[in-house]
């Protein structure tokens, strides 16, 4: 068992960079892998991206493919979503959440560990 706790998020303006970091507890990090997701007010969850068990598999949504990419470090339990080039429309909360299946999935409901989020807002 994992349990996610993101940090990083804040308010920027459009065009500006942030790097969203999430720390997991446990000893089990690296079998899992992990799943980036937003929420913005009054809408579903979204998948972003999620990066495999190694770090090797990288997937990324359309939506942000170009701007935005994960990366996972093992020696530290960390994940990361460097954010480029940022719009309005990535306003949202974003989660990280792990996963223990092997297949690539979108889904949020086959994340197990979800952490609590973190806010960013990007102004125009």
């Known amino acids: 068992q994992v349990q996610p706790v993101e940090s990083g998020g804040g308010l920027v303006q459009a065009g500006d960079s942030l790097r969203l970091s999430c720390t997991f507890s446990g000893s089990t990090f690296s079998e899992y892998a992990i799943g980036w997701f937003r929420q913005a007010p009054g809408k579903e969850r979204e998948f972003v991206a999620r990066v495999s068990r190694s770090g090797v598999m990288v997937y990324h949504a359309d939506t942000i493919k170009g701007r935005f990419t994960v990366s996972r470090d093992n020696f530290v339990n960390m994940v990361y979503l460097q954010m480029n080039s940022l719009k309005p429309e990535d306003t949202a909360a974003y989660f990280c959440?792990?996963?223990?299946?092997?297949?690539?999935?979108?889904?949020?409901?086959?994340?197990?560990?979800w952490g609590q989020g973190t806010q960013v807002t990007v102004s125009s």
């Open positions: 959440a792990a996963d223990a299946g092997r297949a690539y999935t979108t889904r949020p409901t086959d994340y197990l560990y």
